[in-house]
């Protein structure tokens, strides 16, 4: 959505503040511990928020209104005729959750304004100061009419400061996007939770809060090389973002706001401000850990249609559940177990039958078998994205849901991996918004809880809702079996921004981490890292993902078995947002901590304060063992026990992509042997001189006399795939086989770079790197030539190199060449590089005809 508004900031916050000259008032709420203020006021008849922290501003005076597609906007003229204030503080209990209880306290002012015109219209505008943040909304009556046909909400956050922030773009399919770090004025338009980093020292976050009936936000950069935003919706095909029946209320805009970045993990603000329970009887939610089949279709092994090779029959099913059992962990999944897998990702409309089971899954089978080894079934919905009630998913849901119930089946996972169906509605509008809470409430009736991939953003709902346990909305570890596979700081920045939001589904638990070696596939980090995911990240419906033969004689699963999914307490140790985060979670009377590295390795120090210094405990570590290293020994864990006290703190060493865990548990004897502590402290200060001379994940680079050196282009390379920016084909790190990371790449087009040398050099040979992963659309190209110039104008060609294409046979294997030029020794100035791109796939290719990808990185200069 683009706002008109989106103007020169003078335009913006001055013209509209003079568009008419009234009298203005303005009125403070503070928290209760009066470090936070919102200040809400109209200034020359237009209305205005301002946020303070410690009486220092965090959000500028910002706009509120809204445009309509059915009556005038509501932007000016107005004033505040009634102000209500109230104080509230209560503490409930969730039905599960990363605290036992929960705290909800704040201050509220109502403020009422109305139109200066006569008769006015009027509508509310609610802010609520906590100690950990403020929010507000709108509240509109019934003077507007029955329904009002919402085109923009005028909404700004003027941030303060042009300070660096967290975030992904708004439009990536499901918001599986890797997180990037800018300045607030650098970004164009980003997704919710966006988490920013202050040059004061403190940390926000804005997201929203109870979104019901109404498109998802995001934020839209205001322009002027500012950090200023406005609140964007999701436009349907008739340009209206929502439309609603007054009276109505909007979700909850939201700014939290810490002085440490662990102070965002450990906030509930998000839940608060949604409504309680309402479900009645509750006690069928119950948190619970699960394997299934599922990373098999991912890997390729087994497929989810019906066939040679499919995942989920009736005695795959029963194996995992058997496993399950054995294991600790109390339910199982089976992806593909119904018909219609067919229709799925196949270029036609996705069409599945929901209550009709393959060939080779017996549902009443599978069931017996699951009820006598006290495991759940979790029933599975891929629905492709194809809503409509008269033709596939909202038809069904009724008696989908009601086979669930008539069958026993408490657990369901739901999927929407394709284009919303009917097209053009977008993932994140409100057409969607109200299917998933239709979805979510209609489960509630069939006593049915829900794992929800592929979905609208979380915003505390599940405080309401308690059977919506847990979604995706997020990129997850299934991408961990492609060549996209995700770099090892992602984990780090995900408790700061999605988990904010909610419970995510990540599904870790990965132990095979080379997992297809014959390929090039695997996950960049180390088996410890994917362990410690269970208590870094938090979801009550929380997968053991890896296939189960993955598991075997491993005593290191001995952490899984024992880890929980639901907590009574909730602590970050410590954490620097991007690098590392530690946290601890207390489950009755042990304590688990897990932590995790990015690309570095770090030495987290864990003071054990918050134990009971009247009691003894053992600490169980799980941790990387001196060898361990994420390129060529990523498996090995070390196993050890100590005991511990509350004033002693574990040195926690990290390797590079690496992870710690710890299960802390109180003893009755105080004369058990077992090794001192500070043994295993010193032997982690050993292990860090080791880990700091491993390879660093990302680092391949390579000097050379075009490193550094500005790159120009004939065809600018695609926004989608920009790798480091303009000259990242210079900036000395090699592409590797992970897709997403410095690979430029060219939607069907050729390349043509220019590389200014900066003065005459002499030369003898010119390289570049080139991508082929034909089942990604990205081809080898046809040829590369290479040019040489003194001026930058006359050019003389040295070299022109043709490239062997791929075949049928390997479409789906990734690889990577270097085409060198050599030649004489030469001088030039400027370096011309020019790649001919396939411009479409082959006819032999699954999308034949459609534009073809080159994608290119590091032209190397001798």
């Given at each position: 959505?683009?706002?008109k508004?989106i103007?020169p900031?003078?335009?913006?916050?001055?013209?509209v503040?003079i568009s008419?000259g009234r009298k203005?008032?303005s009125q403070?709420t503070?928290?209760?511990?009066?470090k936070?203020s919102?200040?809400?006021?109209?200034?020359?008849g237009?209305?205005y928020y301002?946020v303070?922290?410690?009486?220092?501003?965090?959000?500028?005076?910002?706009m509120?209104?809204f445009e309509f597609?059915n009556?005038?906007?509501?932007n000016d003229?107005?004033k505040?005729?009634k102000t209500?204030t109230r104080s509230?503080?209560?503490?409930?209990?969730p039905?599960y959750g990363?605290?036992?209880f929960v705290?909800?306290?704040?201050?509220?002012t109502?403020?009422?304004?109305?139109e200066?015109t006569?008769?006015?219209r009027?509508f509310?505008?609610m802010?609520r100061a906590y100690n950990?943040g403020?929010?507000?909304?709108?509240?509109l009556?019934?003077?507007?009419?029955?329904?009002?046909?919402i085109?923009?909400e005028?909404?700004?956050?003027?941030?303060?400061?042009?300070?660096?922030?967290?975030w992904?773009?708004?439009d990536?399919?499901?918001?599986?996007?890797?997180?990037r770090?800018?300045?607030?004025?650098e970004i164009?338009?980003?997704a919710t939770p966006?988490?920013?980093?202050?040059?004061?020292?403190l940390?926000?976050?804005?997201?929203?809060?109870?979104?019901?009936d109404?498109?998802e936000m995001?934020?839209e950069?205001a322009?002027?090389?500012?950090p200023d935003?406005?609140?964007?919706?999701?436009p349907?095909?008739?340009s209206v973002?929502?439309?609603v029946?007054?009276?109505f209320?909007?979700?909850?805009?939201?700014v939290l706001?810490?002085e440490?970045a662990?102070?965002l993990?450990?906030s509930?603000?998000?839940?608060?401000?949604?409504?309680?329970?309402?479900i009645?009887?509750v006690?069928?939610?119950k948190?619970?850990k699960?394997t299934?089949?599922w990373?098999g279709?991912h890997l390729?092994?087994?497929?989810w249609y019906e066939?040679?090779?499919?995942?989920a029959?009736?005695e795959?099913t029963?194996?995992?559940?058997?496993?399950?059992?054995?294991?600790?962990m109390s339910g199982?999944l089976a992806?593909?177990w119904n018909?219609?897998?067919e229709?799925?990702?196949?270029g036609?409309k996705?069409?599945?039958?929901?209550?009709t089971a393959?060939?080779d899954f017996?549902?009443?089978?599978v069931?017996k078998y699951?009820?006598?080894?006290?495991?759940?079934?979790?029933?599975?919905?891929?629905t492709g994205?194809?809503i409509?009630?008269?033709?596939e998913?909202?038809r069904q849901?009724?008696?989908a849901?009601?086979?669930?119930?008539a069958k026993?089946i408490?657990?369901l996972?739901t999927?929407y991996?394709?284009p919303i169906?009917?097209e053009?509605y977008?993932?994140?509008g409100q057409y969607?918004?109200r299917?998933?809470?239709k979805?979510?409430?209609?489960a509630a009736?069939y006593?049915?809880c829900?794992d929800?991939?592929?979905?609208?953003?979380p915003?505390?709902i599940?405080?309401?809702w308690p059977?919506l346990m847990?979604?995706?909305?997020?990129?997850?570890?299934e991408?961990?079996?492609?060549?996209k596979a995700?770099?090892p700081?992602?984990?780090t920045?995900?408790?700061?921004?999605?988990f904010?939001?909610?419970?995510?589904?990540y599904?870790p638990?990965?132990f095979?981490i080379?997992?297809?070696p014959?390929?090039?596939?695997?996950?960049?980090c180390?088996?410890?890292y994917q362990?410690?995911?269970?208590?870094?990240?938090?979801?009550p419906?929380?997968?053991?993902?890896?296939?189960?033969?993955?598991?075997?004689n491993c005593p290191?699963?001995?952490f899984?078995?024992?880890?929980?999914?639901?907590w009574?307490?909730?602590?970050?140790?410590?954490?620097?947002?991007?690098?590392f985060?530690?946290?601890?979670?207390?489950?009755?009377?042990k304590w688990?901590?897990g932590?995790?590295?990015?690309e570095?390795?770090?030495l987290v120090k864990?003071?054990?304060s918050?134990?009971?210094?009247?009691k003894?405990?053992?600490?169980d570590i799980?941790?990387?063992?001196v060898?361990t290293?994420?390129?060529?020994?990523?498996?090995?864990?070390e196993?050890?026990?100590h005991m511990v006290?509350?004033?002693d703190t574990i040195?926690?060493?990290?390797?590079?992509a690496g992870?710690h865990?710890?299960?802390?548990r109180?003893v009755?004897a105080?004369?058990?042997?077992?090794?001192d502590?500070e043994l295993?402290n010193?032997?982690s200060?050993?292990?860090m001189?080791?880990?700091e001379?491993?390879k660093t994940?990302?680092e391949?680079?390579?000097n050379?006399?075009a490193k550094?050196k500005?790159?120009s282009?004939?065809?600018?390379y695609?926004?989608k795939?920009?790798?480091s920016?303009?000259?990242a084909?210079t900036?000395?790190i090699?592409?590797?086989?992970?897709?997403n990371e410095?690979w430029?790449g060219?939607?069907?087009?050729d390349m043509?770079a220019?590389i200014?040398?900066?003065?005459?050099c002499?030369?003898k040979s010119?390289?570049?790197?080139?991508?082929?992963?034909p089942?990604?659309?990205?081809f080898?190209?046809?040829?590369?030539i290479?040019?040489?110039s003194?001026d930058?104008?006359?050019y003389v060609k040295l070299s022109?190199?043709p490239i062997?294409?791929?075949?049928?046979?390997n479409a789906k294997?990734?690889?990577v060449?270097e085409i060198a030029?050599e030649?004489?020794?030469t001088?030039?100035?400027?370096?011309?590089v020019?790649?001919v791109?396939?411009g479409?796939?082959?006819?032999?290719h699954y999308a034949?005809?459609?534009p073809a990808w080159?994608?290119?990185?590091?032209i190397?200069?001798?």
């Open positions: 959505m683009t706002h508004f103007l900031l003078i335009t913006v916050l001055i013209l503040f008419c203005d008032s403070k503070m928290s209760p511990d009066e936070i919102i200040v809400v006021g109209t200034e020359k237009c209305p301002e303070f922290y410690n009486e220092k501003p965090v959000i500028d005076k910002s509120i209104g597609k009556t005038i906007a509501l003229s107005l505040i005729v209500e509230f503080d209560e503490t409930w209990k039905v990363t605290d036992e705290r909800n306290r704040f201050n509220e109502v403020f009422t304004f109305e200066y006569d008769p006015g009027s509310k505008f802010v950990d403020v929010a507000f909304r709108y509240v009556p019934e003077n507007f009419g029955d329904s009002l046909l085109t923009e005028n909404t700004m956050f003027r941030f303060a400061g042009n300070d660096t922030a967290w992904i773009p708004s990536e399919f499901a918001y599986e996007s890797l997180y770090n800018n300045l607030l004025s164009k338009d980003a966006l988490t920013i980093s202050c040059k004061n020292g940390f926000l976050s804005v997201h929203e809060a109870a979104l019901l109404y498109s995001y934020l950069n322009g002027q090389n500012s935003f406005f609140v964007s919706l999701w349907e095909p008739d973002c929502a439309r029946k007054t009276p209320q909007t979700p909850w805009r939201v706001i810490s440490t662990g102070g993990i450990e509930h603000l998000v839940q608060n401000l949604n409504e309680p329970c309402a009645d009887d006690s069928w939610i948190p619970l699960f299934g089949v990373w279709m390729g092994k087994y497929t066939g040679e090779k499919h995942g029959t009736t795959r029963k194996e995992y559940a058997g496993f399950a059992s054995k294991h600790k199982v992806e593909g018909k219609g897998w229709t799925w990702a196949s036609v996705p069409v599945q039958d929901f209550c393959y060939s017996d549902l009443d089978e069931l699951c009820r006598e080894n006290n495991v759940e079934f979790i029933c599975h919905h891929e994205g194809n409509p009630e008269y033709d998913y909202e849901l009724d008696s849901l009601a086979l669930c119930k026993g408490h657990y996972k999927g991996a394709g169906i009917p053009g977008p993932h994140h969607m918004v299917h998933f809470q979805v979510v409430e209609t009736k006593q049915v829900l929800v991939h592929e979905s609208i953003k915003t505390g599940e405080r309401t059977n847990t979604q995706e909305a997020a990129r997850g570890n991408w961990n079996a492609t060549y995700t770099p700081y992602h984990a920045i995900l408790p700061f921004t999605r904010i939001a909610g419970p995510y589904d599904t638990g990965i095979k080379i997992h297809s014959e390929s090039n596939k695997r996950l960049y180390t088996r410890t362990m410690a995911m269970y208590v870094v990240f938090y979801s419906m929380m997968m053991v993902s890896d296939m189960i033969e993955n598991y075997e290191e699963f001995g899984i078995e024992d880890v929980p999914c639901t009574d307490q909730t602590k970050v140790v410590d954490a620097r947002l991007g690098d985060v530690s946290i601890a979670r207390r489950s009755g009377d688990y901590i932590s995790i590295a990015d570095n390795c770090h864990i003071p054990l918050f134990l009971n210094p009247e003894t405990y053992v600490a799980y941790c990387d063992a060898g290293d994420w390129e060529t020994n990523p498996e090995e864990v196993i050890c026990s006290s509350s004033g040195y926690a060493a990290l390797s590079k992870g865990t710890v299960i802390i109180p009755d105080v004369d058990i042997l077992l090794p502590l295993y010193r032997e200060c050993d292990k001189k080791v880990f001379k491993q994940y990302g391949n680079s390579e050379h006399l550094g500005p790159v282009f004939v065809n600018i695609s926004s795939y920009p790798a920016g303009k000259n084909l900036d000395g090699k592409g590797t086989y992970n897709i410095n430029q060219f939607e069907g087009t043509e220019v200014d040398l900066g003065r005459d002499k030369i010119v390289k570049a790197g080139f991508l082929d992963s089942n990604d659309w990205i080898y190209p046809e040829k590369v290479v040019y040489i003194e930058g104008k006359n022109e190199i062997k294409q791929s075949s049928p046979e294997v990734t690889s060449q030029s030649f004489k020794e001088t030039a100035r400027y370096v011309k020019k790649a791109n396939t479409i796939c082959p006819d032999w034949k005809g459609k080159l994608f290119c990185d590091e190397v200069v001798e």
